[in-house]
């Protein structure tokens, strides 16, 4: 499976892309939401994975564009703050329909959620 993983905290990008790459998948870290946007058309990837609260386009803003350009793309959306939550419900409000996953991610639960 092809996947993007978005985060500001390279840290974190990284370490998710080196779990899923444990597992077998083809996996590329981003910092912002338009270099996300970038490499998904390129790339077309079968998941993006980015959390919610970013500097500039935060992660519903990407996942939004991302959705245009590849409709069939799974988005999984990962918060840890209250704002991100707010932020979620505003999109499902709009007809946006995201998975999600609490931060700090469990490597366990989000393979998981991968193969479901």
């Not at 703050?81 to 639960?109: C, H, R, S, V």
Request: hydrophobic letters at 45%; glycine letters at 6%; a negative charge.
């Amino acid at each position: 499976m092809k996947i993007i993983v978005v985060d500001d905290e390279p840290i974190i990008a990284d370490t998710l892309v080196n779990i899923l790459e444990g597992e077998g998948h083809d996996a590329l870290a981003v910092s912002h939401g338009e270099s996300a946007i970038k490499w998904a058309r390129m790339v077309l990837p079968d998941a993006v994975i980015s959390d919610v609260i970013m500097p500039g386009m935060n992660g519903i803003e990407t996942a939004k564009a991302i959705m245009q350009s590849l409709p069939n793309c799974r988005i999984i959306l990962f918060s840890g703050q209250t704002a991100g939550l707010d932020l979620l419900a505003k999109a499902q409000a709009e007809g946006y329909k995201f998975e999600i996953l609490p931060k700090p991610i469990n490597p366990e639960k989000l393979l998981e959620k991968l193969k479901n």
